[in-house]
């Protein structure tokens, strides 16, 4: 058996390795990808803590990572027109974020802070790259699902206005 063989198979019997997959697997950015591939990509996460109140990433920064929330929860803010900032999002386990950054390398449009002590995991871009080059169906499969959330985005800001019920019973007003 060659030797890179048996470090893999060490690796897949490692219980970290096992708690990444189970993370990714509960995850929605990476829903409908065999464990197998989860396996390959949980190889490739690189683990960092973060203290409460310490930035993960600032606006305007150069996006380099996708994150994945294991353990805390993370605020995304965004500058306001008044100085101050504005929370576009609260996020616990099991939620990705950042993930424009695998497609560009524009800069941030928001802050992301921990909130609470919190264990991320970290997908680099260069990662991803070298995964779309050496392993397609897991590159393949993770491309979709990016599509999938970006073209949520898009529809969720082009949608109109739902429809709000009168108060007097009357027809919905837009």
Request: hydrophobic share 40%; net charge neutral.
């Amino acid at each position: 058996m060659s030797r890179s063989l048996v470090s893999v198979l060490r690796w897949a019997q490692d219980p970290e390795h096992r708690r990444r997959v189970a993370l990714l697997a509960e995850t929605p950015l990476f829903a409908g990808m065999r464990r197998r591939l989860l396996g390959r990509l949980a190889m490739r996460l690189f683990e960092k803590r973060y203290e409460a109140g310490e930035e993960v990433f600032r606006e305007g920064d150069p996006g380099r990572a996708l994150y994945l929330v294991a353990e805390g929860e993370i605020e995304v803010v965004r500058a306001g027109d008044d100085g101050g900032e504005r929370r576009l999002a609260r996020l616990g386990e099991h939620t990705a974020f950042g993930e424009l950054a695998l497609i560009d390398e524009l800069p941030r449009l928001a802050t992301a802070r921990a909130v609470t002590a919190s264990r991320l995991y970290i997908l680099y871009r260069t990662h991803f790259e070298e995964l779309e080059e050496g392993d397609p169906a897991v590159a393949l499969a993770l491309s979709r699902n990016l599509l999938a959330r970006l073209a949520r985005y898009v529809r969720d800001r082009d949608a109109p206005p739902l429809p709000v019920a009168d108060d007097d019973g009357g027809p919905p007003q837009r």
